[in-house]
């Protein structure tokens, strides 16, 4: 079972086995399989439609992806996996020890947007960009409450802003800055660096968690 590009489910089994949280051996090699993963499923689909240039409506899909790697980036920085409470009928967050991460996708991207530096300088509600972005383009293909999505014709460099009572997502600089988010993440792994508070060691165990939990799910 491939689960990153080529990369097999076999072959990080192998190096889970010689990786250690407190040396840096293997780690760059280990991270490729979250690089392939992300190119293979995100970047690079992201990248195509961007290429279209069209303007009649493809922002829509690509900023419905970069939601998803959103949350692909908090579970794979927060080591937790989802669950579905019959209960409450809604989907939960756990880690490996069953503790409660996020009670709701809401909270991931509150989150995100809180906690993530790259993004964090624009002050974005989480919670309004799940309910006015994320859930809107999910469930009916438009953004809503003066959220719109646009092609920084300005080149402003930023991929945010609010401008005549709008709030402007950006796509192209947006996916940049997921991008740089990305890099920043595999350098913090790869060196077992301090990520946004959290403690390389702990870091690193985070994305053993994730990737072991995929393998047992596939």
């Not at 079972?1 to 780690?27: P, V």
């Not at 920084?152 to 609010?162: C, G, P, R």
Request: charged share 30%; hydrophobic share 35%; aromatic share 12%.
């Amino acid at each position: 079972m491939r689960i990153a590009g080529k990369l097999t489910i076999r072959e990080w089994e192998e190096i889970d086995k010689s990786l250690n949280n407190k040396k840096d051996i293997c780690w760059q090699y280990a991270f490729s399989f979250f690089e392939e993963r992300i190119e293979t499923r995100y970047l690079k689909p992201i990248e195509a439609i961007l290429n279209i240039g069209d303007n009649k409506g493809e922002g829509f899909a690509v900023v419905s992806l970069q939601c998803s790697l959103i949350e692909t980036m908090e579970s794979f920085i927060n080591g937790c996996v989802s669950e579905f409470n019959e209960k409450k009928r809604s989907i939960e967050w756990k880690n490996r020890n069953g503790d409660m991460i996020f009670h709701s996708n809401k909270e991931i991207f509150h989150s995100f947007f809180s906690k993530r530096s790259e993004f964090v300088k624009y002050r974005i509600s989480g919670k309004e960009f799940y309910k006015d972005v994320r859930c809107a383009l999910l469930h009916e293909t438009q953004t809503k409450n003066a959220w719109i999505i646009l092609t920084d014709t300005e080149k402003s460099n930023s991929s945010y802003q609010e401008k005549n009572n709008f709030k402007i997502i950006y796509r192209e600089v947006f996916q940049l800055e997921l991008k740089k988010l990305i890099d920043r993440y595999g350098k913090a792994i790869i060196n077992g660096e301090n990520f946004d508070g959290i403690e390389g060691n702990d870091l690193r165990q985070k994305f053993r968690d994730k990737f072991n939990h995929i393998c047992n799910q596939s």
